[in-house]
């Protein structure tokens, strides 16, 4: 089942600089995203999310970017921090109702001094 | 803040016997999840909860496993006969309600099945 792509299965970044997570999905029936970080020994932890209808939703350092037509999204982190350093997932949903997340598989992100 | 717990953390096991692993989700969220995720494999979605009864389930999710809410506070997943291939991560989430969709994760039990 490889309906959410994650390309990239690690990043690394400068401290201070833009960390830009990348995400394909290949159904076109998501109509919703939402962007997981992951420390280990930890449950994912809810970021950020954006609904088909939008293509940028913004809080703080975080802004997630959704092409559509590229089924394609994104996830920046500006200015990256050491404490941004886990495994980010991308997840998406189909039309309100249902219930399941299809997952990704993952971007390790380091950040380094 | 309001946060999903889960116990064990870890639960070690023989091949054919039962767990349960348990979850108490967030006070006042309606909807409530379970998820695996093998050793370097994705986010699985298992089975999710609502109103007392099982609102939908993956094809992972056979007659082996079944979900309880015993309570007003506890969400169970239990596992008849456990298999060399059910040692996951085992994540349960819970909801306030689908729209929106953001679900919160708890900390994870981790099941070996040796």
């Known amino acids: 089942d490889q309906q959410v792509k994650q390309n990239s299965p690690s990043l690394s970044v400068q401290e201070g600089r833009i960390s830009i997570l990348n995400c394909d999905y290949t159904n076109s029936m998501f109509d919703y995203f939402l962007w997981y970080k992951k420390y280990p020994a930890e449950g994912p932890t809810f970021l950020i999310s954006?609904?088909?209808?939008?293509d940028k939703n913004e809080d703080g350092r975080f802004t997630v970017f959704l092409n559509k037509s590229a089924k394609h999204l994104s996830l920046h982190i500006v200015p990256s921090q050491p404490g941004d350093s886990a495994v980010y997932f991308c997840a998406a949903i189909k039309p309100r109702g249902a219930q399941k997340l299809v997952f990704g598989q993952g971007t390790r992100l380091t950040i380094n001094p | 803040e309001p946060e999903v717990t889960q116990t064990p953390s870890h639960q070690v096991t023989q091949m054919g016997q039962e767990v349960i692993l348990r979850c108490v989700p967030i006070?006042?969220?309606?909807?409530f999840y379970w998820y695996r995720q093998i050793l370097g494999q994705k986010v699985e979605f298992l089975v999710s909860?609502?109103?007392?009864?099982?609102?939908?389930k993956s094809e992972i999710f056979d007659d082996q496993f079944s979900v309880e809410r015993p309570d007003g506070s506890n969400f169970t997943l239990k596992i008849r006969s456990t298999k060399l291939e059910d040692s996951a991560m085992y994540f349960c989430?819970?909801?306030?309600?689908?729209?929106?969709?953001?679900?919160?994760f708890g900390p994870g039990t981790r099941l070996t099945v040796l």
């Open positions: 954006i609904s088909s209808i939008k």
């Open positions: 989430a819970s909801s306030p309600d689908p729209v929106g969709n953001e679900q919160f």
């Open positions: 006070s006042n969220h309606l909807y």
């Open positions: 909860f609502y109103n007392n009864e099982i609102s939908e």
